[in-house]
């Protein structure tokens, strides 16, 4: 199979899997303990962490903006009124909050730079001594 083909094919996986979560995550959000939002924390960390493993395991930032896609678009499309004029977001400071909130975490996750391609620099903890070159065998 070409690669583009590959691709396109895992974007659009991800933007379905990250329509699921985002229909799953808005349904949920507006569920609160007392005065605790609940349901729009375990939402926004479910969300979170869907974009993360589809940018780290696919190392392709298409592929986490596909899933933000997804998500924004059901978000947007459950959001309307629906046919017997019931709304699963209202226009209420928590529905607010909860629509900017994934759109801010889809940017975030999708502009964080690739820390993959930096390179060590010597003398800093962490980073990998460099190994000195062998000389050739002079016998």
Same mark, same amino acid.
């Given at each position: 199979m070409p690669h583009?083909?590959?691709r396109g094919l895992s974007w659009l996986a991800a933007?379905?899997? $990250?329509?699921v979560y985002g229909v799953a995550a808005t349904i949920a959000h507006s569920y609160t303990w007392g005065p605790i939002p609940v349901g729009?924390? @375990?939402?926004?960390?479910?969300?979170a962490a869907l974009l993360i493993a589809?940018?780290?395991l696919t190392n392709d930032r298409w592929a986490a903006l596909a899933g933000g896609i /997804?998500?924004?678009? @059901?978000?947007?499309?459950?959001?309307?009124? $629906?046919?017997g004029?019931?709304?699963?977001v209202p226009n209420t400071p928590l529905g607010q909050i909860w629509t900017f @909130?994934?759109?801010?975490?889809? @940017?975030?996750?999708?502009?964080?730079p690739d820390l993959s391609?930096?390179?060590?620099?010597? /003398?800093?903890? $962490?980073?990998?001594p460099e190994r000195p070159e062998a000389e050739p065998d002079r016998s």
């Open positions: 583009w083909i590959s933007a379905v899997v $990250g329509a729009m924390i @375990l939402g926004a960390i479910a969300c589809l940018r780290a /997804g998500m924004l678009a @059901l978000i947007f499309v459950i959001s309307q009124r $629906g046919p004029g019931s709304v699963i @909130l994934v759109g801010a975490i889809v @940017l975030l996750v999708v502009a964080f391609k930096l390179k060590p620099v010597p /003398g800093r903890p $962490g980073a990998v």
